[in-house]
């Protein structure tokens, strides 16, 4: 897609490890992973956000993310969060 190698990568993660520190750079990826997350949701949720962030016939909230999901979900379809009582 850009080109980039294995060689590339491992030059980028060093920069990364330099830059961050090895404390702070795990925070930097679950910051850059949330980051992509709400990005796609953001892009993919365009019905969700007309109905209200609600699913019809939702039976209750994730405790998660706060929205909709089915009564026979066992795990929250926008943030993966697992509901509570249910067993996959």
Do not use: N, W, Y
């Not at 679950?30 to 962030?53: M, N, P, T």
């Not at 999901?69 to 929250?76: I, K, L, P, Y």
Request: aromatic share 6%.
């Amino acid at each position: 897609m850009f080109g980039l190698g294995f060689p590339e990568l491992i030059v980028i993660c060093v920069i990364a490890l330099l830059v961050f520190g090895p404390k702070r750079l795990p925070d930097a990826g679950k910051a850059l992973g949330q980051a992509i997350r709400g990005f796609k949701s953001s892009v993919d949720g365009k019905e969700e956000e007309q109905a209200g962030g609600k699913i019809p016939g939702a039976a209750a909230t994730c405790a998660g993310c706060g929205k909709g999901v089915e009564a026979d979900a066992a795990f929250c379809p926008s943030c993966g969060h697992a509901l509570k009582g249910k067993s996959a």
